[in-house]
């Protein structure tokens, strides 16, 4: 009887140790499902906020003329206004402000291009 009654203590042993390391193993696996969810929930947050600032940003653009020099580009006025917005999006706020069709200026033209509200002098 007493062999009968030790091998089932083994048995409740080992399957209170795999309970055990089964309980840490899913525990685990929550952690790093959690840890997951912030990761993702937390850069999309950031990026709409970053998005929502930078849509911001490119509402106080005021316009100012500018003659077009040799050489110049769409994209290189867009570069030198000193405004931290993408250059791509500056470019088409130019576009639009200028209803230009396409990229194409030509020397002597008047471009509007953009400056910031709180630079702009009436």
């Known amino acids: 009887m007493s062999a009968c009654s030790s091998s089932v203590r083994n048995y409740r042993g080992h399957y209170r140790n795999y309970r055990n390391y089964r309980m840490k193993q899913l525990q685990r696996q929550l952690c790093s499902y959690m840890l997951l969810f912030l990761m993702v929930f937390g850069s999309m947050g950031w990026f709409f906020w970053d ?3 930078a849509n911001s940003r490119v509402e106080d653009l005021a316009f100012q003329p500018q003659i077009v020099q040799s050489g110049d580009t ?4 867009a570069e030198n206004s000193d ?6 999006t500056l470019v088409l706020k130019i576009m639009e402000y200028n209803q230009l069709t396409d990229t194409t200026i030509q020397t002597g033209q008047v471009i509007y291009t953009p400056i910031s509200k709180n630079q702009h002098q009436p």
């Open 51 to 53: 998005w929502s600032q």
């Open 74 to 77: 769409l994209w290189s006025l």
């Open 83 to 88: 405004l931290q917005i993408d250059t791509r």
